[in-house]
């Protein structure tokens, strides 16, 4: 009785694990359904809307995206699809452009497309060169983006990409242990590998033919359109009372980045 239980339980199982991957794979190929409306369609598309039922699309799209952001993860252009716009996909490029120009004009903030090929879309600060506000990260407003703001500082001064165990032993250093609970983050390890990770903050690659397995870190797409260079130079400058300038190779490549992203500001422009 016993054995026919284990048995059942593991069918059981076994066809959960295989239903949920129908469902991640049916998620997936969400997307490969949806084919960009042309110019033409989308102009067809609108003749047959008002525009208050435009509007009223874009301010839920708007909303949707608004939401998925308090938690900092990034948007897929299948589920805008799939929850949000639904009947009015032929009309998706007039809709997502006059949620940008929302996102613009309102809030202060640009909608950015950080993966082509899943069409991802993440809000980051739209500020110009001449505007003195720092990102949310680059004057952490809470403890979470705090202990960001250190592993990225860290990877920066090593050159872009670093093991993980020198970030947990810098952590350590600072009392933080990613093997103890921490009263603030809670579990630190997770909060870093997977919260910060799917937040495309931070990437986590694993490192071929290492045995044990080992892991190295390097920023996500997202620090790269939030996070200055200069800023974090600025920091550890600081907080070693040392000139920026000193760290000669940083201090090239984040005035570099800094200059290169003016460019393309104004280019927008």
Known sequence: MTQRKRLSNVQSSSQSKRQSNSFMTQEEDEDATFTQPSTSQVQRGLEKLTPAQVDQKTAEVVQYILVKDQKKIPVRRADLVKHVVKDYRTVYPEIIKRAMRTFEQVFGLKL??????????????????????????????????????????????????????????????????????????????????????????????????????????????????????????????????????????????????????????????
């Open 112 to 269: 950015v497309e950080i993966d082509s090929k899943n069409h991802m879309y993440v809000l980051v600060n739209n500020l110009d060169a001449s505007t003195a506000r720092p990102s949310p990260v680059e004057r952490p407003s809470n403890p979470k983006m705090g202990l960001l703001f250190v592993i990225l500082s860290v990877i920066f001064m090593k050159g872009g990409v670093v093991r993980e165990n020198l970030i947990w032993n810098t952590l350590k250093k600072l009392r933080v242990d990613p093997g103890q609970r921490h009263e603030e983050f809670g579990d630190v390890r997770k909060v870093i590998t997977d919260e910060f990770v799917r937040q495309r903050y931070l990437e986590y690659v694993r490192i071929p033919h290492t045995e044990p397995v080992e892991y190295e870190f390097r920023w996500g797409q997202r620090s790269d359109m939030e996070v200055s260079r200069a800023q974090i130079l600025e920091f550890m400058g600081q907080l070693h009372e040392q000139d920026p300038r000193s760290w000669t190779q940083q201090y090239r490549e984040a005035h570099s980045a800094a200059s290169s992203s003016q460019a393309s500001s104004s280019n927008h422009r």
